[in-house]
């Protein structure tokens, strides 16, 4: 199982940016996708973002589109997940998480970094 340490969260104002950051253990050649999902109290865990690792695909939940953007640098086994135009909507507890070749489903997470944007 791969380990994932996520960093750079913290509290915001409104409109303003935040960029995270995911550090994996490792990457095998079995390694697919990583992905963003955020938990806000109360609610379910949500899908936030996705990256494949080798080439590069995206995908974006709607609530995000145009104001996150999901990377990865390859060499260094991180991914990121910049945020722009945040909204008090956003406020959650947001997990890195590693989906492997054949699978639907994230096998990975980390622990979590808080994200609060105040209005």
């Known amino acids: 199982q791969v380990q994932l340490v996520e960093s750079g969260g913290g509290l915001v104002q409104a409109g303003g940016s935040l960029r995270l950051s995911c550090a994996a253990s490792?990457?095998?050649?079995?390694?697919?996708?990583m992905g963003w999902f955020r938990q806000a109290p109360g609610r379910e865990r949500e899908f936030v973002a996705q990256i494949t690792w080798s080439g590069g695909t995206t995908y974006y939940a709607d609530s995000v589109k145009g104001r996150f953007t999901i990377s990865r640098d390859n060499a260094k086994n991180t991914v990121y997940l910049e945020m722009n135009s945040l909204k008090p909507e956003d406020t959650a507890v947001y997990y890195c998480?590693?989906?492997?070749?054949?699978?639907?489903?994230?096998?990975?997470w980390g622990q979590g970094t808080q994200v609060t944007v105040s209005s």
């Open positions: 998480a590693s989906r492997e070749v054949g699978r639907t489903n994230f096998s990975s």
């Open positions: 490792k990457r095998t050649f079995s390694s697919y996708a």
